[in-house]
């Protein structure tokens, strides 16, 4: 089922925060016979450091955000940070739910500059809430808890530069060498797609040329300059591979799709098609104009669009 990625990360926060939990709440009641005296809240802590999972940092603040511990570390004692006035950082300028808890959001850290999140426990003594206990993590150490998230299919359009649609008037499209040469270099990236390898490919109708990446070598991207969608014996560079059987996007779609970005590359001359992109495996296509707003959609789902949809009412 698809999911965007706020709900995703939800989930993840969720099952940190009931593994964090219990932990936390155990150490915050250690500390409370230690509160006032940094010796003690120290040696709290420190017994206590192996029984936060993940954790980079745990400390102690008052109410007014004001340090009252060191960081404990893995290492141990970090004494320079007794006294340190954390009152503005971002999770301490976060409410702390009545229950005491509170797994802040994701954050850059301000001394090495990393994704980070801080759990928080208030500290009670004689039922009145006097600091709170905090676990910094960096992002890195945390375990995931759900499967990698997965980019929806559904169309999405994205608003570009407002600059450039500004003047989108004032502009008409210029043909460019592989307009001038679009049915030839289609053939070769349709057999690209078909025959050869190729998963994804990002044409730039503007600059003549297209950015490919092949199965067997996906790290690494290509560039297929004019020249080269120009001469057929580049497809003799790469070897002959059958069509991906894992792929979203049929072998049959190849064509259709490139003939369909082909027309609304010159349907207009003010509103025009600067660059595409495919990807099998997803099935999913991006286009983006000349007023640099770019839409993201299913293969087919493209392919039932006409110029009315583009330039008209749809």
Not at 133 to 144: E, I, M, Q, Y
Not at 206 to 217: G, H, L, M, P, Q
Not at 282 to 300: A, P, Q, V
Request: one cysteine or more; a negative charge.
């Amino acid at each position: 089922m698809e999911q965007n990625w706020k709900v995703a990360i939800q989930r993840q926060r969720e099952d940190l925060a009931r593994m964090l939990h219990e932990p936390l709440t155990s150490l915050a009641q250690q500390c409370t016979p230690a509160w006032c005296d940094r010796d003690k809240l120290n040696a709290v802590l420190l017994a206590g450091f192996a029984e936060i999972p993940h954790c980079t940092y745990l400390y102690v603040v008052n109410t007014d955000g004001i340090q009252v511990s060191d960081n404990i570390s893995r290492d141990g004692l970090l004494p320079e940070h007794y006294g340190r006035d954390r009152s503005q950082r971002p999770y301490m300028r976060e409410v702390v739910p009545t229950w005491g808890f509170l797994l802040s959001d994701a954050y850059v850290s301000m001394r090495a500059h990393r994704p980070s999140l801080t759990a928080l426990h208030i500290i009670r003594v004689d039922g009145k809430a006097v600091g709170y206990l905090g676990a910094d993590f960096d992002l890195r150490n945390l375990p995931v808890t759900a499967a990698l998230y997965e980019e929806p299919s559904h169309w999405m359009q994205i608003k570009g530069d407002p600059s450039i649609r500004s003047t989108v008037f004032q502009q008409i499209r210029t043909e460019s060498q592989l307009d001038r040469n679009v049915e030839q270099a289609f053939s070769i990236l349709k057999e690209l797609f078909e025959d050869r390898g190729v998963f994804q490919a990002v044409i730039h109708f503007s600059s003549s040329r297209a950015t490919v990446w092949f199965v067997d070598d996906p790290y690494r991207y290509r560039i297929l300059t004019h020249e080269a969608l120009a001469d057929p014996d580049i497809c003799l560079a790469y070897p002959v591979q059958p069509y991906p059987d894992d792929a979203l996007m049929p072998q049959s779609s190849i064509e259709p799709v490139l003939n369909a970005m082909r027309q609304l590359r010159v349907a207009d001359e003010t509103i025009y098609l600067r660059s595409a992109s495919i990807n099998i495996f997803n099935g999913m296509i991006s286009l983006t104009f000349s007023c640099d707003g770019s839409h993201y959609m299913r293969y087919d789902e493209f392919l039932e669009k006409d110029m009315r949809f583009w330039f008209g009412s749809a």
